[in-house]
């Protein structure tokens, strides 16, 4: 049988299993919008586990943690350090979220928000932020899946099948079963996707270099510069502290910031359940190491590659691996992929109904359960468009929504700790913020000090809302209370 | 020890955590060498960080709960 017809085989049998669970998982949901979007509250730990994990590593770790290291050396290294620092502060916030959303009945961020802030504007200006920096997430999800599959079918499965395929039993089983599908198919697409990262993150140095540390003494006597902090930038050129600092800060900030994240609070049992989330989530941080490990394995073997992404496909298309390790290894890449992209489209088309268009109409149960299904197929249509099209800047907006993202950090903080702030001091931040962060991300020299221009935002969003909230009183309707109140 | 101080250990082991991982602090690690267990220098420190980290949310996951059910219970 031939190479690329084996490798189907075994992602046909993992697109099976996997679609097998996401049905099977929603069967004990209930029939209403806390069911279809918040999993009744009912996720015990090793499903908030998985689904923390295997959400965060998404198709850009498993593809684009060996590109960097590949192509970028040590700068690769930024992004096992902010991990930790970012979960961190989700112990306590975390609970705190989950125990005010029970109370008020929240299943989004902009309905966290508007609880202690009432504003429509305010709510689909979140709606807006997220579902803008959701879009373009999902279709690098979507355009990774089809990379991989294209790659080791030897082109006989094209991207644009690859992704409908994969991404075609996403949507099935979302529809079908909600959070609770998500749930559970990353709890499966985890474990298999850590499994082979570390079997091949082991086994590639072996074979190719006789070990890890051999690895490195070569990669040290031929190319020192890779091995050096802070790294290189994708042009070769020295990276610099500011872009290497800033980028560790503008991530630990945003990422529980990510409505697919943040939103998950509202998933938990208990919130035991979400601490011990938090506690566990290094282990799945240090993930992050055999991937590095498979980058720097191509580093003395494969000459200067257009797209470093690719170098994981390249590799194992080119050391000779048995053909059902090439199958599995394409599996976990899908996993990766998938595991994000389900957690990201049901996200997106929750935030599109919940806080962009409930504030405006008055829709029962039912009818919001339809739409949240209706916008999850028109998300993934938008976003197997672009992910199909090429030319289209994805990068470019990715590392925009990142900044953008990182300014729902100080309205979250303000909600829960501080007093006086007020709707419009929150409503300015956020413009002020996010508008400095557009500036000098399309300014790229105007940057001081070479600082993430999501840095260079929260310095004035910060300022500015408490400026404005020290000058404006809270409109009425404020739950602030039940906010500020250290025993909720 | 009590509660209160765990937590401030714990908090001030992130802060330390965080200036480890940033400029100027990582600078003085962030060449190659030594090999540490095989893995260049700046790459073990990353790692260590990450440990460290996870030994400590243990220790205070660890604390809190024996809190928790000091002040449900109060027998034990």
Not at chain 1, 198 to 215: D, F, N, S
Not at chain 1, 342 to 357: C, F, I, K, N
Not at chain 1, 402 to 418: N, R, S
């Amino acid at each position: 049988m031939e190479q690329w017809v084996v490798v189907s085989l075994v992602i046909g049998v993992y697109l099976a299993l996997t679609l097998w669970i996401g049905l099977r998982a929603g069967r004990g949901a209930s029939a209403t919008v806390d069911g279809f979007v918040a999993g009744d509250r009912d996720f015990g730990l090793l499903v908030m586990y998985f689904v923390t994990g295997a959400t965060v590593f998404s198709a850009f770790a498993f593809l684009g943690g060996p590109g960097w290291a590949y192509s970028r050396g040590a700068a690769a290294f930024y992004i096992l350090s902010y991990g930790v620092l970012g979960i961190a502060p989700w112990y306590y916030i975390g609970p705190k979220v989950a125990r005010i959303g029970r109370r008020l009945g929240h299943v989004t961020q902009a309905q966290f928000l508007i609880g202690r802030f009432p504003s429509r504007g305010l709510s689909v200006l979140i709606a807006v932020i997220s579902v803008a920096a959701l879009i373009p997430y999902i279709t690098l999800q979507m355009r990774g899946a089809g990379i991989v599959i294209e790659a080791v079918t030897d082109g006989h499965v094209p991207l644009w099948a690859g992704a409908a395929i994969a991404y075609g039993i996403v949507l099935i089983y979302v529809l079908a079963s909600g959070v609770t599908a998500v749930g559970w198919t990353n709890t499966f697409q985890g474990i298999f996707m850590v499994t082979i990262a570390w079997v091949l993150g082991l086994y590639l140095p072996y074979a190719l270099y006789g070990g890890i540390g051999p690895m490195f003494t070569q990669i040290l006597e031929q190319r020192p510069e890779l091995l050096e902090l802070p790294g290189l930038t994708a042009t070769g050129a020295s990276w610099t502290w500011g872009g290497y600092t800033s980028a560790i800060l503008i991530s630990a900030i945003g990422l529980t910031m990510w409505p697919h994240l943040f939103m998950k609070a509202f998933t938990a049992r208990n919130e035991r359940i979400i601490r011990r989330t938090v506690v566990l989530f290094p282990t799945f941080q240090l993930f992050l190491v055999p991937v590095f490990l498979i980058g720097f394995a191509g580093v003395l073997y494969v000459d200067a590659l257009a797209r470093p992404d690719f170098i994981l496909p390249h590799l194992i298309l080119n050391v000779q691996l048995p053909v059902i390790v090439v199958g599995l290894f394409c599996a976990g890449a899908l996993s990766a992929s998938m595991s994000t992209g389900d957690a990201l489209l049901h996200a997106t088309a929750s935030v599109a109904v919940e806080d962009g268009v409930r504030p405006f109409a008055d829709l029962s149960e039912a009818a919001q359960r339809r739409l949240i299904r209706i916008f999850i197929v028109v998300a993934g249509s938008v976003s197997y468009y672009f992910a199909v099209s090429e030319g289209v800047s994805l990068v470019v907006l990715l590392l925009t929504s990142y900044g953008i993202i990182a300014q729902l950090a100080p309205p979250v903080i303000a909600a829960l700790f501080w007093k006086r702030a007020t709707t419009a001091g929150v409503l300015a931040g956020l413009l002020a913020g996010g508008g400095t962060a557009l500036l000098f991300f399309f300014n790229p020299d105007w940057r001081i000090l070479d600082l993430h221009e999501g840095l260079l935002g929260l310095m004035v969003h910060v300022p500015v809302l408490v400026a404005v909230s020290l000058f404006t009183t809270e409109r009425s309707g404020s739950r602030r209370d039940v906010y500020l109140n250290r025993d909720v | 020890m009590d509660i209160k101080t765990v937590r401030r250990i714990v908090g001030v082991f992130f802060i330390l955590y965080l200036l480890g991982v940033i400029w100027p602090v990582v600078s003085l690690v962030g060449g190659p060498q030594p090999l540490v267990f095989g893995l260049p220098l700046a790459f073990a420190w990353s790692i260590g960080w990450i440990i460290l980290g996870a030994v400590a949310l243990a220790l205070l996951e660890w604390a809190e709960s024996r809190h928790e059910r000091r002040s449900s219970g109060g027998e034990c």
